[in-house]
């Protein structure tokens, strides 16, 4: 097969799987034009229509699905295969897609990138910052990170931070209007952000645990964000209440910017884990970064080998 089909297929399954042609062409560092008429040349070739598209959504057809479903994973082992032989080269290369909440790609992926990346200058890194239960296998990424109690079964899971705990925490300004909440129950007559998931569209549900007690708030207010940055800004207004990593706010906790309740119903649980799936092979540069994320502190969860 001419090498120009190779690529053509490459950019199908990319627009396959992001269900955008601007995504897939961002991903693929391609104008979204450019990226169209490959589409178009590629369903001239085949004499099948590929694609669905309206002006609100894009999906395979039958056909589509076919080709996304057999020759998707042949692609993606041409290209483990071509990234394995970046052993015979000096210094590891090649790219690494990684999904992550932003929390943990400001705290513990770009620390390490940091450390990493300027004696490796061949080797590329996209972080790609998701909340979504993402099937990493299937949307195209070398791993994801997860805190470690929901990481999926048959992945392989290493710990790359210590324990956690999530705070409930709102500013001085907001507790000066309320009085500040004794039990989780308390929180259905506060303001509180919420965060929007993009697993079904829902909102992240409050967990708290004390003693043998665990319990869910779903909790209300006048803000929803899908992003954790956000949800911090409101909150430092005065806006209500959030819910977020003890880490990313222990600055402005100090600084008395902000103010922690319920500190007694936030357990730690086990700290964040990159993962992927066992049976893929994987390149050098994604080893490299794997031993220069792992976490040799104390964990709940066994280290993989």
Same mark, same amino acid.
Request: net charge positive.
């Given at each position: 097969?001419?090498?120009?089909?190779l690529n053509d297929l490459s950019a199908f399954i990319?627009?396959?799987?992001?269900?955008?042609?601007?995504?897939?062409?961002?991903?693929?560092?391609?104008?979204?034009?450019?990226?169209?008429?490959?589409?178009?040349?590629?369903?001239?070739?085949?004499?099948?229509?590929?694609?669905?598209? #309206?002006? @609100?959504?894009? !999906?395979?057809?039958? =056909?589509?699905?076919?080709? *996304?479903?057999?020759?998707?994973? $042949? &692609?993606?082992?041409?290209?483990?295969?071509?990234?394995?032989?970046?052993?015979?080269?000096?210094?590891?290369?090649? #790219?690494? @897609?990684?999904? !992550?909440?932003?929390? =943990?790609?400001?705290?513990? *992926?770009?620390?390490?990138?940091? $450390? &990493?990346?300027?004696?490796?200058?061949?080797?590329?890194?996209?972080?790609?910052?998701?909340?979504?239960?993402?099937?990493?296998?299937?949307?195209?990424?070398?791993?994801?990170?997860?805190?470690?109690?929901?990481?999926?079964?048959?992945?392989?899971?290493?710990?790359?931070?210590?324990?956690?705990?999530?705070?409930?925490?709102?500013?001085?300004?907001?507790?000066?209007?309320?009085?500040?909440?004794?039990?989780?129950?308390?929180?259905?007559?506060?303001?509180?952000?919420?965060?929007?998931?993009?697993?079904?569209?829902?909102?992240?549900?409050?967990?708290?645990?004390?003693?043998?007690?665990?319990?869910?708030?779903?909790?209300?207010?006048?803000?929803?964000?899908?992003?954790?940055?956000?949800?911090?800004?409101?909150?430092?207004?005065?806006?209500?209440?959030?819910?977020?990593?003890?880490?990313?706010?222990?600055?402005?906790?100090?600084?008395?910017?902000?103010?922690?309740?319920?500190?007694?119903?936030?357990?730690?649980?086990?700290?964040?884990?990159?993962?992927?799936?066992?049976?893929?092979?994987?390149?050098?540069?994604?080893?490299?970064?794997?031993?220069?994320?792992?976490?040799?502190?104390?964990?709940?969860?066994?280290?993989?080998?």
């Amino acid at each position: 097969m001419p090498r120009e089909n190779l690529n053509d297929l490459s950019a199908f399954i990319a627009v396959a799987r992001e269900g955008s042609f601007t995504r897939a062409a961002a991903r693929l560092g391609v104008s979204q034009p450019a990226l169209s008429h490959t589409i178009r040349q590629l369903e001239a070739r085949l004499g099948l229509r590929l694609l669905t598209r #309206t002006t @609100r959504s894009l !999906a395979p057809t039958e =056909a589509g699905q076919r080709l *996304l479903r057999t020759v998707g994973p $042949r &692609l993606e082992e041409i290209d483990a295969e071509l990234a394995a032989l970046s052993e015979l080269r000096e210094k590891p290369a090649g #790219t690494i @897609r990684i999904a !992550a909440t932003e929390n =943990a790609a400001e705290t513990i *992926l770009w620390p390490a990138l940091q $450390r &990493l990346l300027p004696d490796y200058p061949d080797i590329r890194v996209e972080i790609v910052i998701d909340y979504g239960l993402t099937d990493i296998a299937a949307e195209g990424y070398d791993a994801g990170v997860r805190p470690g109690g929901n990481v999926s079964k048959g992945m392989i899971a290493v710990p790359i931070g210590p324990d956690m705990r999530m705070a409930v925490v709102g500013a001085p300004a907001y507790f000066a209007r309320h009085a500040a909440p004794r039990t989780p129950q308390d929180l259905t007559a506060h303001a509180c952000i919420n965060l929007r998931l993009p697993t079904h569209g829902g909102l992240y549900v409050w967990e708290f645990e004390k003693g043998r007690r665990e319990l869910r708030v779903r909790v209300e207010g006048q803000l929803v964000f899908n992003t954790a940055a956000l949800i911090l800004t409101a909150t430092l207004a005065g806006f209500g209440l959030a819910y977020l990593p003890e880490k990313q706010v222990e600055q402005h906790l100090a600084d008395g910017r902000l103010v922690q309740v319920l500190a007694d119903w936030c357990a730690p649980f086990p700290g964040y884990h990159i993962y992927y799936p066992s049976g893929r092979q994987h390149s050098p540069a994604f080893a490299l970064l794997i031993r220069a994320l792992r976490y040799r502190g104390p964990s709940r969860l066994p280290q993989a080998s």
